[in-house]
């Protein structure tokens, strides 16, 4: 597939004043937990490169809502050029990834005896591969800087499986593998690279579930709700920020109680 063009063929001048020189790249960022990942590092004063894949309306929603801080360029990550793309704008544009939030993922279910290969495929190319690509790119530029933060957002799936979702827990599973390889390999040149892992968060993702579901879920976790996109931001932020510098290669859950270890 062709590389996309950006959203927006303009000059960018990140303006952030708290951290002017600093970039955070979200993949998926402009919904969803992405967004609510977007705006809390855009609130906390960093420059934003929000990808976004199909959701172009919410992209320019984004861009007027937040004028002159968040970039959002069109980019499906499991497409290696056009991760390629999106990385040669930002380095030609801002010249440095500081922060990259691997949050774009899917779920195609299926039980497993059913599962089409197709099914399989896709979600670990989008899930694991996208995760790979963008990570790869990334980790040269935060490697010159002797600085960087990778946040990969896994899931409770990736830790305990769930009925349905072996494609989807091989590849939250896979990011937690990639998460410390590159947090060793990297923790003396000032990167650090955690997993965040959701439980349930209300998101569309969430809301495709049948009700019924839902209703069951709703009933094993502890708090007895789900939780919010915004929850999962303010873990994010901690994540990326400088007090958290002592902190790699860990996995951090947000899920209410649901899982314990
Ligand atoms: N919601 C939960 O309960 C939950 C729990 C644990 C983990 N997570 C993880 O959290 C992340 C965000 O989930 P969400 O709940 O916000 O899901 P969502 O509302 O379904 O949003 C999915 C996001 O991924 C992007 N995306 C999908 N396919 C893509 C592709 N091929 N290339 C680039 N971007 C792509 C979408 O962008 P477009 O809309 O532009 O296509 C969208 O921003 C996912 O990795 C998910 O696995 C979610």
Same mark, same amino acid.
């Given at each position: 597939?062709t590389?996309?063009?950006?959203?927006?063929e303009?000059?960018?001048?990140?303006?952030?004043?708290?951290?002017?020189?600093?970039v955070?790249?979200?993949?998926?960022?402009?919904?969803?937990?992405?967004?609510?990942?977007?705006?809390?590092?855009i609130?906390?004063?960093?420059?934003?490169?929000?990808t976004y894949?199909?959701?172009e309306?919410?992209?320019?929603?984004m861009e007027?809502?937040?004028p002159?801080k968040?970039?959002t360029?069109?980019?499906?990550?499991?497409?290696?050029?056009?991760?390629?793309?999106?990385?040669?704008?930002?380095?030609?544009?801002?010249?440095?990834?500081?922060?990259?939030?691997n949050?774009?993922?899917?779920?195609?279910?299926?039980?497993?005896?059913?599962?089409?290969?197709?099914?399989?495929?896709?979600?670990?190319?989008?899930?694991?591969?996208?995760?790979f690509?963008?990570?790869?790119?990334?980790?040269?530029?935060?490697?010159?800087?002797?600085?960087?933060?990778?946040?990969?957002?896994?899931?409770?799936?990736?830790?305990?499986?769930?009925?349905?979702?072996?494609?989807?827990?091989?590849?939250?599973?896979?990011m937690?593998g990639?998460?410390?390889?590159?947090?060793?390999? +990297?923790?003396?040149?000032?990167?650090?690279?955690?997993?965040?892992?959701?439980?349930?968060?209300e998101?569309?993702?969430?809301?495709?579930?049948?009700?019924?579901?839902?209703?069951?879920?709703q +009933?094993?976790?502890?708090?007895?709700?789900?939780?919010?996109a915004?929850?999962?931001?303010k873990?994010?932020?901690?994540?990326?920020?400088?007090?958290?510098?002592?902190?790699?290669?860990?996995?951090?859950?947000? +899920?209410?109680?649901?899982?314990?270890?």
């Amino acid at each position: 597939m062709t590389p996309l063009s950006p959203s927006n063929e303009a000059t960018f001048e990140p303006i952030n004043a708290a951290h002017p020189q600093k970039v955070a790249l979200v993949t998926g960022g402009v919904r969803g937990i992405g967004r609510a990942i977007s705006e809390e590092l855009i609130q906390a004063g960093y420059t934003v490169v929000a990808t976004y894949c199909s959701s172009e309306k919410a992209a320019r929603d984004m861009e007027e809502t937040f004028p002159g801080k968040v970039r959002t360029v069109r980019a499906d990550v499991s497409e290696q050029e056009q991760v390629d793309f999106l990385f040669d704008t930002i380095e030609k544009e801002f010249g440095r990834v500081d922060i990259l939030i691997n949050n774009a993922g899917i779920t195609q279910d299926r039980s497993f005896h059913k599962m089409k290969n197709a099914d399989w495929h896709r979600v670990l190319d989008v899930n694991l591969h996208g995760t790979f690509y963008c990570c790869n790119r990334a980790i040269n530029l935060m490697r010159d800087h002797n600085f960087g933060r990778i946040v990969n957002i896994s899931s409770i799936v990736g830790q305990k499986g769930n009925f349905g979702q072996a494609n989807y827990a091989a590849s939250k599973a896979g990011m937690l593998g990639l998460t410390k390889t590159l947090a060793l390999e +990297n923790a003396v040149k000032g990167i650090t690279v955690n997993a965040v892992c959701p439980g349930f968060i209300e998101t569309d993702m969430v809301e495709a579930i049948p009700d019924e579901v839902k209703v069951k879920i709703q +009933n094993e976790i502890p708090m007895r709700r789900f939780g919010q996109a915004g929850e999962v931001a303010k873990a994010v932020r901690f994540l990326v920020s400088t007090d958290s510098a002592y902190i790699t290669g860990q996995e951090l859950n947000i +899920n209410g109680g649901l899982l314990t270890h």
